[in-house]
């Protein structure tokens, strides 16, 4: 099946690359210090050196294999890879660092400047990750060597390693990327997108995360290849009109192009914990370590916020958001841990295995601050049932375990793969890392 033959693409001859930076903080934590590479290196959200609290943001390859994930609480990571005391006490030991943000970044934004060079269209997607538009630059006629050189030059420019998938198709070309990690490269040709799809377990369609895999797999439905052929009907039967969506994905089928994101809408931050949690302080813990987070990132983008709100999932997978909002926008850092706590009140009493924190309405105008003098009982809560089941395709959560890593998640339409939210919430989907920097 030829380019022009492939249905559902935006264009033709459409080449889409999608460039995924391998256990970005871990690297890049290894690039500042060179004597860390090939060591179990843990990355901790919420974590600070030489302390037990806090979460896994990203582990490296070497520590995944003592069963470190992202999201897993840096206690329970402890008990199975010992923090390395001594230099010389290297077995089965390992080494913790705190998240970085602004080291991180700075090293994303020398990747970027080498991803604009090589297209005019770049789409940024997180803090580690991005599509680029190639159908004129490099086209389909020696594509490959384009993605050979273009990791070439950054692991020697920036010195981070970055896997790449080429498809005629954004989501084609995301799942591609994920094939061979890490350092990997795959290019699948719009004749072979079909057979590229069909072996795949169908949890690695775009759109299709673990909640919708397990319902996919009442219906026989287990891997792509089978969800391709699929009555339509019955899928959306089951699933609305997402099921034909998901279906159209497994079938190579993408009609969007890649474009620039323009300023976020939202800001958030989440994090799962390793088991559900009803102590009250703890909760408030993480509330208040996610509302400083955001509160930070929206002050690092120039932004003020008027909506400030939290998420909080149950058990099993039931998700509930509330918010407050503000007569005008503002930035204060403590203003929106406040909130958020008060919010949080509702559940205190509730065990919870997810906390997310958010702030909308986003201004990105040097105008003056709101006065808050109004904002007693002038302010509105909103509360918000999302539904159970709470698939975010493009930024897998914890329960996906994806590489071995958690991802921080947004809070809106769950279940629409999140590289269509344009102007919406930032998402993440980094390898196997929880993210704090674009916490779409």
Not at 21 to 30: G, S
Request: overall charge negative; hydrophobic content about 35%; some cysteine.
């Amino acid at each position: 099946m030829d380019a022009a033959r492939l249905p559902g693409t935006a264009r033709p001859d459409q080449v889409v690359a999608h460039v995924d930076m391998d256990c970005f903080y871990a690297a890049c934590e290894q690039r500042r210090d060179p004597d860390l590479a090939g060591e179990p290196l843990v990355v901790g959200m919420g974590y600070e050196a030489g302390e037990t609290h806090g979460a896994v943001a990203t582990a490296s390859y070497e520590a995944r294999e003592y069963g470190i994930e992202s999201a897993m609480a840096i206690s329970e990571a402890l008990e199975r890879l010992p923090r390395r005391v001594e230099a010389d006490d290297e077995a089965d030991t390992g080494i913790y660092r705190p998240v970085d943000m602004d080291y991180y970044e700075s090293v994303a934004a020398a990747v970027k400047e080498i991803l604009h060079v090589e297209s005019d269209t770049v789409r940024e997607v997180s803090i580690d990750e991005a599509y680029l538009d190639i159908t004129d630059a490099v086209g389909w006629d020696g594509v490959a060597e384009w993605v050979g050189d273009l990791r070439a030059t950054i692991e020697s420019e920036v010195g981070v390693v970055a896997s790449v998938g080429v498809a005629p198709t954004m989501s084609a070309a995301k799942v591609a990327s994920d094939r061979e990690k890490p350092d990997g490269q795959v290019v699948v040709e719009p004749g072979e997108v079909r057979a590229f799809f069909d072996d795949l377990p169908v949890d690695e369609v775009h759109g299709v995360g673990p909640v919708t895999a397990r319902k996919l797999a009442e219906l026989d439905i287990e891997s792509a290849g089978d969800l391709a052929r699929a009555d339509p009907e019955q899928l959306e039967r089951r699933f609305g009109e997402r099921g034909r969506e998901i279906r159209r994905y497994a079938r190579g089928e993408d009609a969007r192009e890649v474009t620039p994101r323009g300023d976020p809408k939202s800001l958030s931050r989440e994090s799962a914990f390793t088991e559900a949690v009803e102590d009250t302080e703890e909760k408030r813990r993480k509330v208040s370590t996610l509302a400083r987070a955001v509160a930070d990132r929206a002050d690092r983008k120039g932004a003020r916020y008027q909506t400030v709100g939290i998420k909080v999932v149950e058990p099993p997978f039931d998700s509930n958001t509330r918010a407050r909002s503000l007569p005008g926008p503002v930035a204060d850092a403590d203003l929106v841990e406040s909130i958020a706590l008060e919010l949080l009140d509702e559940f205190a009493e509730r065990p919870v295995r997810k906390l997310g924190v958010r702030v909308s309405k986003l201004d990105f105008s040097a105008g003056e601050q709101a006065s808050l003098g109004g904002f007693e009982g002038e302010s509105a809560t909103e509360s918000d049932a999302v539904p159970a089941d709470t698939d975010v395709a493009s930024a897998k959560t914890a329960e996906s375990a994806v590489e071995g890593q958690a991802s921080l998640t947004a809070f809106d339409d769950d279940h629409v793969p999140t590289d269509d939210r344009d102007g919406t919430d930032e998402t993440d989907d980094t390898d196997g890392q929880v993210s704090l920097g674009d916490f779409e």
